[in-house]
């Protein structure tokens, strides 16, 4: 059986059993594979833009005797998205992911679960502009790295200006983490930057009322 980073599990947390998905850069198929051996989502298409990393999944798909289709594609450019609900996309940037997604006809994909190395922010931004409402996410701390997985379903609704921004900001050590990383940032940031400061400040004070908020239900309940 195949065991999963705590990265790819974080991903795993949003699957249900009707998805039907792609797994979009899926490298050495570790997570379709897991997803097909524990029976969690209907179907499960494997791609990547690289042939190395597409044989390197093929080989483990033998390996492990399951029947998985793989297609080597730039994004979804060649994948049939008719009979598939959900997406999966992992392990780049902001940028290429949103090109990947313009770039594809999205009229069937009730669901897609993000995990972005850059630009959060903007991603979810631009997520509700395709029409795509960020429902949660999930920050998970694997090899010494930060990661923010995120389930956008397809929805009319937008998120607010603060989850924009932040996210939901779930996990407390995430949180103790970002501020300290703005506070890094705020020493280096000479005191006639007034707005530059503030726009820190206003971050900080934002995720430490967080934590706070979060702190109080917790000891009421």
């Given at each position: 059986m195949i065991k999963l980073s705590e990265r790819l599990l974080s991903v795993v947390n949003f699957i249900d059993i009707d998805d039907a998905l792609v797994d979009v850069g899926c490298d050495h198929g570790y997570l379709s594979i897991y997803l097909m051996?524990?029976?969690?989502?209907?179907?499960?298409?494997?791609?990547?833009?690289?042939?190395?990393?597409?044989?390197?999944?093929?080989?483990?798909?033998?390996?492990?005797?399951?029947?998985?289709?793989?297609?080597?594609?730039?994004?979804?450019?060649?994948?049939?998205?008719?009979?598939?609900?959900?997406?999966?996309?992992?392990?780049?940037?902001?940028?290429?992911?949103?090109?990947?997604?313009?770039?594809?006809?999205l009229i069937n994909i009730r669901k897609i679960i993000v995990q972005s190395n850059n630009d959060y922010a903007l991603l979810r931004e631009n997520m509700n502009k395709l029409g795509y409402y960020l429902v949660d996410d999930d920050e998970v701390f694997d090899k010494n790295i930060w990661y923010v997985t995120m389930n956008f379903v397809k929805s009319e609704k937008k998120n607010d200006l603060n989850i924009i921004n932040y996210g939901y900001l779930n996990n407390s050590l995430y949180c103790n983490y970002l501020v300290e990383k703005y506070r890094d940032i705020l020493k280096k940031i000479p005191d006639y930057l007034i707005e530059e400061r503030n726009l820190y400040l206003d971050k900080i004070a934002y995720i430490e009322k967080n934590l706070k908020s979060k702190y109080v239900k917790k000891c009421r309940h």
């Amino acid at each position: 059986m195949i065991k999963l980073s705590e990265r790819l599990l974080s991903v795993v947390n949003f699957i249900d059993i009707d998805d039907a998905l792609v797994d979009v850069g899926c490298d050495h198929g570790y997570l379709s594979i897991y997803l097909m051996q524990n029976k969690l989502c209907q179907k499960v298409i494997a791609t990547d833009i690289n042939q190395n990393a597409l044989n390197n999944a093929i080989y483990n798909i033998k390996r492990n005797n399951l029947n998985i289709e793989t297609i080597l594609s730039d994004g979804l450019e060649k994948v049939d998205l008719n009979n598939i609900n959900t997406l999966v996309i992992t392990g780049m940037g902001t940028a290429t992911i949103l090109h990947i997604l313009k770039s594809a006809d999205l009229i069937n994909i009730r669901k897609i679960i993000v995990q972005s190395n850059n630009d959060y922010a903007l991603l979810r931004e631009n997520m509700n502009k395709l029409g795509y409402y960020l429902v949660d996410d999930d920050e998970v701390f694997d090899k010494n790295i930060w990661y923010v997985t995120m389930n956008f379903v397809k929805s009319e609704k937008k998120n607010d200006l603060n989850i924009i921004n932040y996210g939901y900001l779930n996990n407390s050590l995430y949180c103790n983490y970002l501020v300290e990383k703005y506070r890094d940032i705020l020493k280096k940031i000479p005191d006639y930057l007034i707005e530059e400061r503030n726009l820190y400040l206003d971050k900080i004070a934002y995720i430490e009322k967080n934590l706070k908020s979060k702190y109080v239900k917790k000891c009421r309940h």
